[in-house]
């Protein structure tokens, strides 16, 4: 009876775990969608509000390692318990530097309503959608053991290292037209990095569920489309000057 009642409080304190990682999500979704309508809005009081709850992830992931740290050291669980915990705190940890990173992008977005605008910026949306949609995803993979759903998602990075690419270039392009576009577009480019590195904490939470329910890790190259260190924007010629007397 003893052993039935230690078993059932140990799926308590899974489900407990499963549940508090559930709920860091939704503030990591949150503070992601946020912080892209404070660029797309230039709003700089809804940048602030993304900064101040930022230290609600902080206390979640002090949450979850707390619980984690505790059941590994009174449960010593085994197999997929283990397997539980362990991804419990891999998930924490992306789901908290996801919030750094929408931290990061409102913080900019405050300085980039200062300034003029500049057309690039309307990517800055697609971006965060697709961010946003894999975040769903993987969550969702998550709560459901869905490892079809977690790779789907795992596919869709590079399709994000794409738009950070073609963004990457107009940028540059646009900055070379006029140098008074250096300033916005630096903190566009700025932006647009911890967009894409928010994917990437994305990506590793699928590789996380993956092993989470299949026990293996996720085979084959990580899908990488950013090309953005390879590319080149030439300038334009010079225009010939005239002949001399």
């Not at 039935?4 to 549940?19: W, Y």
């Amino acid at each position: 009876m003893a052993a039935e009642h230690t078993v059932k409080a140990f799926e308590q304190e899974l489900r407990r775990l499963s549940n508090l990682i559930s709920q860091m999500g939704g503030v990591a979704e949150a503070q992601v969608e946020a912080a892209v309508q404070a660029v797309a809005r230039r709003d700089v009081d809804l940048a602030g509000r993304v900064l101040q709850a930022d230290s609600q992830l902080d206390e979640y992931e002090r949450q979850i390692e707390q619980e984690a740290v505790r059941m590994l050291a009174l449960r010593q669980p085994m197999g997929v318990d283990l397997r539980e915990v362990l991804a419990a705190l891999k998930i924490s940890a992306d789901l908290e530097r996801t919030g750094d990173y929408a931290a990061n992008s409102a913080k900019r977005s405050i300085a980039l309503a200062q300034l003029p605008a500049v057309r690039p910026a309307s990517a800055i949306p697609r971006m965060g959608r697709l961010v946003q949609e894999m975040l769903k995803d993987v969550l969702d993979a998550y709560v459901d053991r869905d490892v079809e759903k977690a790779v789907a998602a795992w596919h869709r990075d590079e399709e994000l290292d794409d738009l950070y690419t073609s963004l990457f270039r107009e940028v540059l392009t646009y900055m070379m037209e006029d140098p008074r576009n250096i300033t916005p577009c630096t903190h566009l480019l700025f932006i647009a990095k911890n967009l894409e590195r928010a994917g990437d904490h994305a990506t590793n939470i699928a590789e996380t569920v993956h092993f989470l329910v299949v026990g293996q890790p996720l085979t084959g190259a990580r899908p990488k489309g950013d090309k953005s260190s390879f590319a080149v924007v030439a300038p334009e010629p010079a225009a010939d000057l005239p002949a001399g007397p």
